[in-house]
């Protein structure tokens, strides 16, 4: 089992920036795939980008494309989510989990374990 920690949000204007980082500890972490999620309040946990062990493959929802960027420091066992051009619509609780198999599909939150306890971004308009 890996422990992951989110840390990074804050309140922002639109069009501000942020940058999310995911600690971890525990576990091998440069092995895993890690993935960040969102909850807006009375909404569904949604996907929001996930990078590979090695940082080669990364997917980003399309609401997020151009303006997120996922990284990783597997030498710090940190990834990080630079969010830019914010917006009120991106205002959610931001969660980082550990991808259970390379096999599984990388947006659905079910196939992800190790859930950190998440970081409030919020966005004034």
């Known amino acids: 089992q890996v422990r992951l920690v989110e840390s990074g949000g804050g309140l922002v204007q639109a069009g501000g920036s942020l940058r999310l980082s995911c600690a971890a500890s525990?576990?091998?972490?440069?092995?895993?795939?890690i993935g960040w999620f969102r909850q807006a309040l009375g909404k569904e946990r949604e996907f929001v980008a996930h990078?590979?062990?090695?940082?080669?493959?990364?997917d980003y929802a399309d609401s997020v494309k151009e303006r997120f960027t996922i990284s990783r420091d597997n030498a710090k066992v940190t990834v990080y989510l630079q969010m830019n051009i914010l917006k009120p619509e991106d205002t959610a609780v931001y969660f980082c989990?550990?991808?259970?198999?390379?096999?599984?599909?990388?947006?659905?939150?079910?196939?992800?374990?190790?859930w950190g306890q998440g970081t409030q971004v919020t966005v004034s308009s």
């Open positions: 525990g576990r091998t972490f440069s092995t895993d795939g």
């Open positions: 990078i590979s062990p090695s940082g080669q493959v990364i």
């Open positions: 989990a550990r991808r259970r198999s390379r096999f599984e599909s990388p947006s659905n939150a079910q196939n992800y374990d190790d």
